[in-house]
């Protein structure tokens, strides 16, 4: 039986969508992941940030990765995830411009690199044993049997989390961010992309991100930085969009 870590299996998910090759039945299996480091790129800030530079081979697909590793709390956390550079510029604002004891609402695959170079607390960081089996099954073909993911979080916060970003209109986020004292919202064009995730979390057909269903969104009008009631759009870049609640 084949057991994976579900950041791990991301990952490869990653290097796979990065080659181009989506399709479940051409996914490379588990076992065939190496990883080579090439280079560290000292950080440091409130948690110790350290970049790894990553060689991942997947099979026959390789892919060069910043892998995030930093320390919380004195035990040193390698989530298996990546800082790419192009997220710094949105990352240094949320540092600069907001309190040290802000909560940062978002989709949970930014909450480490939040956390790590934006030094700003997350509502979550993790997928959910549910969500991971949805996504994981789509690219890997594994079983709820074969997925090891110690570090999932509860479905009800994911369920939270993908209510709020699926919502018509912003009142539905803004109980979700008060719920859990967040007050600045992140968000990616490239979330759009992700959506698929959202729904099958809710158990809903997914829609296409360019459809109006999705555009009409909170995460489909946050992804092209359009107004969303209640909020400010207090810093937008060709890939961030960081919104603050209205005081």
């Not at 057991?3 to 299996?9: P, S």
């Not at 995830?81 to 540092?95: A, E, K, T």
């Not at 207090?234 to 919104?243: K, N």
Request: charged fraction near 30%; include cysteine.
């Amino acid at each position: 039986m084949l057991k994976m870590n579900g950041f791990l299996v991301l990952m490869v998910i990653g290097v796979v969508l990065a080659s181009g090759c989506a399709r479940p039945e051409s996914a490379p299996q588990a076992d065939e992941v190496l990883k080579e480091v090439t280079g560290i790129e000292e950080i440091g800030g409130k948690y110790n940030l350290t970049l790894v530079d990553t060689e991942v081979t997947v099979g026959n697909r390789s892919s060069s990765m910043k892998m995030i590793r930093y320390v919380k709390d004195g035990v040193v956390v390698e989530p298996d995830m990546m800082l790419p550079d192009y997220v710094r510029p949105g990352l240094d604002w949320i540092r600069e411009n907001t309190l040290d004891d802000v909560v940062v609402f978002c989709w949970w695959d930014h909450g480490h690199m939040i956390r790590a170079y934006g030094m700003r607390e997350v509502v979550v960081d993790g997928p959910s044993r549910e969500i991971l089996v949805t996504t994981v099954s789509k690219y890997v073909g594994m079983s709820v049997d074969e997925i090891e993911c110690p570090d999932c979080v509860s479905h009800d916060v994911i369920l939270d989390v993908s209510g709020a970003l699926l919502g018509e209109d912003s009142k539905g986020l803004l109980e979700v961010m008060d719920k859990y004292g967040a007050s600045v919202f992140y968000v990616q064009n490239k979330d759009a992309d992700k959506s698929f995730a959202f729904y099958a979390s809710l158990g809903e057909e997914p829609k296409e991100p360019d459809s109006e269903e999705f555009l009409g969104t909170v995460a489909g009008r946050g992804a092209r930085a359009e107004e969303i009631d209640g909020l400010e759009l207090a810093y937008s870049d060709e890939v961030a969009r960081v919104y603050l609640v209205d005081e």
